[in-house]
């Protein structure tokens, strides 16, 4: 247990070193990603059933604020097992019409059914972390 928080916590700070690498002049996150052998995913126009690159990725794209202008947002964020540093360079503001209520009570269903999906997770790992499990050898033949 605490060997996967220490991992996490390494993990976190590789990437908040990287992101402090993007101060660097002409650094770029996909030039930064080759040099760390890294995987680099660019994602256009993500909206909140996207599940590409990481569902909990997408989830906290959602939970940033919008860059404005012309410079983008660069965060790390929790990631499904780990962390992701991320671009964000603009928001399009979503809309129902008025007329739409049942669309509007889907995506209040939507938006709970990720919340208690998230708790899931959470629950899991939390379960995962406390666990001891025995296993008896003899037993199982």
Do not use: C, K, W
């Not at 002409?26 to 990481?54: K, M, W, Y």
């Not at 019409?97 to 938006?111: C, D, F, N, T």
């Amino acid at each position: 247990m605490l060997g996967d928080q220490a991992a996490m916590a390494a993990a976190r700070n590789a990437a908040e070193e990287m992101l402090s690498g993007l101060d660097a002049e002409g650094a770029t996150l996909a030039g930064l990603a080759e040099a760390a052998g890294l995987e680099f995913v660019t994602v256009e126009a993500a909206n909140r059933r996207s599940v590409q690159p990481d569902a909990v990725v997408v989830q906290e794209l959602f939970r940033l604020p919008d860059p404005g202008g012309d410079a983008p947002l660069h965060r790390v964020v929790d990631a499904e097992g780990g962390f992701a540093l991320v671009e964000l360079l603009g928001v399009t503001d979503g809309s129902v019409s008025p007329g739409e209520e049942a669309l509007r009570q889907m995506y209040g269903r939507q938006v709970a059914n990720a919340a208690a999906s998230a708790e899931s997770r959470a629950i899991l790992r939390q379960l995962r972390d406390s666990a001891r499990i025995d296993v008896f050898e003899d037993r199982l033949r």
